[in-house]
């Protein structure tokens, strides 16, 4: 009983510490999960935003080769002796 009434500072430091060191071993498993998810929100984004980036693409490559043809169905009938 003397080597605790002797110590009792000590005992109390160490559980303290054991408990900051648990809530604090809480907080980062906490926000290591909160980043794995965000990090997963945004390749989710990026991949959307890429998405629609590559749609616009196709769209007005579509309108320009629709164009490039109606161009060279022009030349063809004038050459041919059409319009």
Known sequence: MEIIKAHWHQIVFF??????????ESEV??????LDNL???????????????????ISNMQKNITALWHFVNNLRDRFNGGK
Do not use: G, N, P, Q
């Open 15 to 24: 559980i303290a510490f054991l408990v900051v060191a648990i809530r604090l």
């Open 29 to 34: 498993k906490s926000l290591r999960k909160d």
């Open 39 to 57: 990090s997963k929100e945004l390749t989710r984004r990026d991949t959307y935003v890429e998405s629609v980036k590559h749609t616009t693409e």
